[in-house]
Structures are given as C-alpha cells and as structure tokens.
C-alpha cells in the first residue's frame, strides 16, 4: 500500500524555520529513495532534497545547501526536512515523494519529477519578508 503524508508546513518571517514531515506506509518508505520537491505558483516542479532510506546517501538542491537538512526515522517510516534561514523564494508547495529506482543512478534521478509516480497531497510553506 501507498501512503505519503506531508505535514509542518506554515507560515513564518524570512530567517525562520519549520520542519516538514513525511509519514509513509512501510512499503512506500523501505528502501527508497524518497525526496521533497516544491513547486511556486506559475513555476515548475523543483526537487529540494532527497535521500536514499535503505543507505547513506542524501542529495540537495543547490538553492537549499547549507539550510535544509533531510533525515530519517526508519522506527517511523518517516522522512523529515529541516528548513533553516527561510527566504521569501522558498515559498512554496512542498511534496514528499518516492520511487523505486536503479540507486546507482541515485545521484541522476532524485530531483527529476518524471520519475515519480506516488506523491501526497502537499503541505504549504510561506516566507514573509
């Protein structure tokens, strides 16, 4: 069974912060590579951070580097990205989402929407300035 539930979002001052949550179904979370994308009004889909669950690999937007942090709680299936030194352009739906792909090509595929097929409902982030 498929199941990604985002939560955390919020509303917060340029400089703040807000940790994002995704719960998924054991089936969704083990083993895959699971990334939070975000997509602004009248822009494409972006792909923020991403990490592998079933190894040590994570991946960043260039954008986010240095702010944004994405872990794992393997005891609860769930995905969490901590968002540091909010700025207004990171306003935005956040999605969580997963796949099961080649982990080799990991590094190549993460931040590509296309190769995602299960996503949640989204949960929205807004940085005042």
């Known amino acids: 069974q498929v199941r990604l539930v985002e939560s955390g979002g919020g509303s917060v001052q340029a400089g703040g912060s807000l940790r994002l949550s995704c719960a998924a179904s054991e089936y969704t979370y083990s083993n895959n590579l699971i990334v939070w994308f975000r997509q602004a009004p009248g822009k494409e889909r972006e792909g923020v951070a991403g990490?592998?669950?079933?190894?040590?690999?994570?991946y960043y937007a260039d954008s986010v580097k240095g702010r944004f942090t994405i872990s794992q709680d393997n005891a609860m299936n769930t995905v969490y990205l901590q968002m540091n030194s909010l700025k207004p352009e990171d306003t935005a739906m956040y999605y969580c989402?997963?796949?099961?792909?080649?982990?080799?090509?990991?590094?190549?595929?993460?931040?590509?929407?296309?190769?995602?097929?299960?996503w949640g409902q989204g949960t929205q982030v807004t940085v005042s300035s």
């Open positions: 989402t997963a796949a099961i792909l080649d982990r080799t090509q990991y590094s190549r595929t993460w931040y590509r929407p296309e190769f995602f097929v299960y």
């Open positions: 990490i592998d669950t079933g190894g040590d690999s994570s």
